[in-house]
T-cell receptor, first 110, second 112 residues
Framework: TQLLEQSPQFLSIQEGENLTVYCNSSSVFSSLQWYRQEPGEGPVLLVTVVTGGEVKKLKRLTFQFGDARKDSSLHITAAQPGDTGLYLCAGRSNTDKLIFGTGTRLQVFP | DAGVIQSPRHEVTEMGQEVTLRCKPISGHNSLFWYRQTMMRGLELLIYFNNNVPIDDSGMPEDRFSAKMPNASFSTLKIQPSEPRDSAVYFC??????????FGPGTRLTVL
């Protein structure tokens, strides 16, 4: 069974701080996605990384796929209250399904 | 454009009752997914369809759960009989093949 563990599980920070969320597995994934989910809504795709070592930037968010395609990180620079939400990583499995991580709940206080 | 539409948004029922969740995918999408989200288990894929045909139902918990997709614009997830442990948020998502999955707002199910 392919599993994705995220850390930390919860994160509460002040506006302006930087943070990093990790997504780790012992399995290799063909691609990895990051989603953000707000209360009462479904997850929304932020980015897809495909190549080992790939780095993608989305404004203040930086996503990296591990060289071995087993792990990924999400770094947020100068967090804002609007970044508050549940962040989920998801790997595309060897059976082509999306396997979602355990989630990181981020709260950014003004 | 309308996104994925799910109904009802909230459902409260008693143990033993039948529950039917509904989903209308985005027009033109040919893949539809049913997920369940709980605090304990996170977001889990229950079943997915390609071109209205069930492809993988290995995530369906047990025989009490069934899903149908009679046409390209409608799918149902039925739980009969429901149990308290079925309480969760159920999401429907659709995509064009393996492209981006777009999630609906979810149905929050509470089984008393």
């Amino acid at each position: 069974t392919q599993l994705l563990e995220q850390s930390p599980q919860f994160l509460s920070i002040q506006e302006g701080e930087n943070l990093t969320v990790y997504c780790n597995s012992s399995s290799v994934f063909s691609s990895l996605q990051w989603y953000r989910q707000e209360p009462g809504e479904g997850p929304v795709l932020l980015v897809t990384v495909v190549t080992g070592g790939e780095v993608k930037k989305l404004k203040r968010l930086t996503f990296q796929f591990g060289d071995a395609r087993k792990d990924s990180s999400l770094h947020i620079t100068a967090a804002q209250p609007g970044d508050t939400g549940l962040y989920l990583c998801a790997g595309r499995s060897n059976t082509d399904k999306l396997i979602f991580g355990t989630g990181t709940r981020l709260q950014v206080f003004p | 454009d309308a996104g994925v539409i799910q109904s009802p948004r909230h459902e409260v029922t008693e143990m033993g009752q039948e529950v039917t969740l509904r989903c209308k995918p985005i027009s033109g999408h040919n893949s539809l997914f049913w997920y369940r989200q709980t605090m304990m288990r996170g977001l889990e894929l229950l079943i997915y369809f390609n071109n209205n045909v069930p492809i993988d139902d290995s995530g369906m918990p047990e025989d009490r759960f069934s899903a149908k997709m009679p046409n390209a614009s409608f799918s149902t997830l039925k739980i009969q009989p429901s149990e308290p442990r079925d309480s969760a948020v159920y999401f429907c998502a659709s995509s064009l093949w393996k492209d981006t999955q777009y999630f609906g707002p979810g149905t929050r199910l509470t089984v008393l």
